[in-house]
Each structure stands twice: as structure tokens, then as C-alpha cells.
């Protein structure tokens, strides 16, 4: 079904994603356990952050990562903290998705932990004890599935339990339960001396052809510091216009 909507828009594109594999860009065909977001490195998404940072200096470049870093991590870590639900963030929400659409579902007890869930004109089977179903959305997503859910609310059951661990509170206060502490100013470092007398030399670098681009740094600065250069008159000393508009100077 879904390969003939993505023929009928580019059939170049079905062939493509056919002669990748499905192993390759399809979560239940996957050999490995993949997460929500197919990335291919996470320091593009890191990169995107910091297009106008990379135009500083080194020192200024670093303390703009430092600073991101630390903000990112005191955020997720509050956010986990004042998260009072089973699960975090868009999780808790595909649970309460799934609770909300399991309420007309037919559940049928094969066994103690195995279960027959009509839903419309198809069924399913739900393994509680080994945490699947035959839709495979409970073991891939490891959330209960509407299924899933239609299960444990016939038995009573909490879905926290049946859920990831990795999706709770307590496992986010936990990833971000180290701090990045702030650097004193440079003035103040004790550096050894051995590091002192160590020589650190330019990288190897070849110009490129063609002519080079034209940037503006002190544009960057101002984005990142939030500086704005204001005129100042030659004749008062005063910022905001120039010799020409000076009231001063023209009388």
C-alpha cells in the first residue's frame, strides 16, 4: 500500500528505496534496535545549531558550546524533574493516543498473559508477559499499543510497567544528573607549565581556488552577543549620528 503511493508520485523513488532494503530506512525490518530519529550523524543536528558560533575565534567558538551545552542540559534536566506522568514529553502523549483509541476494542483472554484483541474487521494478539503484539508496534515502539492498551484496561493494570525505561523521568534526571560548570575568566587560569611551554602550530592549509567569500565577522559577533555598533560623531563624542547631522558642530 504505501510503496504504490510513493510509485504513483515517483516511481524512480520506489525503485530506489527497494534496491536500498528495507533494513536500511524501516524500523521492523531493521536487524539492530533503532531509535524514534534516523540520523546519520548527530553532529549535523549540532552543526545546525552553530552556523553563526563557528565564525568566532576558538576561544569565543568554545565558550558559545560550553554555554549551549549547558543550557540544553539544565532544561531536559528540569523538565524531567517536573515531569509527574508515566512517561516524558511526546511519549506520555502516544500513550494517552493509544488509551484514547483502544475504548471500542474487544479484548479476549486466550490465557493469563495472552490475549485476542478485535479491533473492527481484524484481530491481534497481545503477549503482556513478553511485551508484544502481532501489530509489532509494542515491541518496536516499546509503549503498549492501542492493543496493548485495550488489554491492560480490561485487567486494571498500570501501563507504566509495560513501558521503556528508557522513556521515564527518573532515566532523563539520570543522563542529565552531571552539570557542566562554568569556566572562570581566562585571567584566572593556572595553567602548568608544561603546558605554557608547549608550541601548538597552525594546521596545514591550502588555499582553495577561486575568490575567497565575504563575510562579515563582527555580523556573526552581534548575533551571537547581541552587540550593535552605534556611529559616533568625530566632533562631540557622541554615538548615535556623525559629524555631518551634529547639532554641536553645525552651529
Given at each position: 500500500?504505501?510503496?504504490?503511493?510513493?510509485?504513483?508520485?515517483?516511481?524512480?523513488?520506489?525503485?530506489y528505496l527497494e534496491l536500498t532494503g528495507y533494513d536500511k530506512w524501516v524500523r521492523s525490518y531493521a536487524f539492530v534496535h533503532r531509535g524514534w530519529t534516523l540520523t546519520s550523524n548527530i553532529a549535523e543536528s549540532i552543526n545546525a545549531a552553530l552556523v553563526s558560533a563557528r565564525e568566532l575565534p576558538i576561544y569565543d567558538f568554545l565558550e558559545e558550546v560550553r554555554l549551549m551545552f549547558g543550557r540544553w542540559n539544565c532544561e531536559n534536566r528540569q523538565q524531567a524533574l517536573y515531569?509527574?506522568?508515566?512517561?516524558?514529553?511526546?511519549?506520555?502523549?502516544?500513550?494517552?493516543?493509544?488509551?484514547?483509541?483502544?475504548?471500542?476494542?474487544?479484548?479476549?483472554?486466550?490465557?493469563?498473559?495472552?490475549?485476542?484483541?478485535?479491533?473492527?474487521?481484524?484481530?491481534?494478539?497481545?503477549?503482556?508477559?513478553?511485551?508484544?503484539?502481532?501489530?509489532?508496534?509494542?515491541?518496536?515502539?516499546?509503549?503498549?499499543?492501542?492493543?496493548?492498551?485495550?488489554?491492560?484496561?480490561?485487567?486494571?493494570?498500570?501501563?507504566?510497567?509495560?513501558?521503556?525505561?528508557?522513556?521515564?523521568?527518573?532515566?532523563?534526571?539520570?543522563?542529565?544528573?552531571?552539570?557542566?560548570?562554568?569556566?572562570?575568566?581566562?585571567?584566572?587560569?593556572?595553567?602548568?607549565?608544561?603546558?605554557?611551554?608547549?608550541?601548538?602550530?597552525?594546521?596545514?592549509?591550502?588555499?582553495?581556488?577561486?575568490?575567497?567569500?565575504?563575510?562579515?565577522?563582527?555580523?556573526?559577533?552581534?548575533?551571537?552577543?547581541?552587540?550593535?555598533?552605534?556611529?559616533?560623531?568625530?566632533?562631540?563624542?557622541?554615538?548615535?549620528?556623525?559629524?555631518?547631522?551634529?547639532?554641536?558642530?553645525?552651529?
Amino acid at each position: 500500500m504505501l510503496m504504490e503511493k510513493v510509485k504513483a508520485v515517483d516511481a524512480r523513488v520506489k525503485n530506489y528505496l527497494e534496491l536500498t532494503g528495507y533494513d536500511k530506512w524501516v524500523r521492523s525490518y531493521a536487524f539492530v534496535h533503532r531509535g524514534w530519529t534516523l540520523t546519520s550523524n548527530i553532529a549535523e543536528s549540532i552543526n545546525a545549531a552553530l552556523v553563526s558560533a563557528r565564525e568566532l575565534p576558538i576561544y569565543d567558538f568554545l565558550e558559545e558550546v560550553r554555554l549551549m551545552f549547558g543550557r540544553w542540559n539544565c532544561e531536559n534536566r528540569q523538565q524531567a524533574l517536573y515531569t509527574f506522568t508515566d512517561l516524558i514529553g511526546k511519549f506520555q502523549e502516544i500513550l494517552q493516543q493509544n488509551e484514547a483509541e483502544c475504548t471500542r476494542m474487544k479484548v479476549i483472554p486466550a490465557s493469563k498473559y495472552i490475549y485476542t484483541v478485535h479491533d473492527k474487521e481484524k484481530h491481534f494478539i497481545v503477549y503482556l508477559n513478553e511485551k508484544k503484539c502481532s501489530c509489532n508496534a509494542f515491541q518496536l515502539d516499546e509503549i503498549p499499543c492501542v492493543h496493548a492498551c485495550a488489554v491492560l484496561n480490561n485487567k486494571n493494570f498500570k501501563k507504566g510497567p509495560y513501558c521503556s525505561d528508557l522513556y521515564k523521568p527518573k532515566t532523563v534526571l539520570r543522563t542529565y544528573d552531571l552539570p557542566i560548570y562554568p569556566l572562570p575568566y581566562k585571567d584566572d587560569w593556572v595553567i602548568p607549565k608544561k603546558i605554557m611551554d608547549e608550541i601548538v602550530l597552525p594546521p596545514k592549509y591550502k588555499r582553495p581556488p577561486g575568490r575567497p567569500p565575504k563575510k562579515d565577522r563582527r555580523k556573526f559577533e552581534r548575533d551571537i552577543f547581541g552587540k550593535k555598533s552605534k556611529n559616533c560623531c568625530s566632533s562631540c563624542g557622541l554615538k548615535g549620528h556623525n559629524r555631518r547631522s551634529c547639532r554641536k558642530y553645525n552651529k
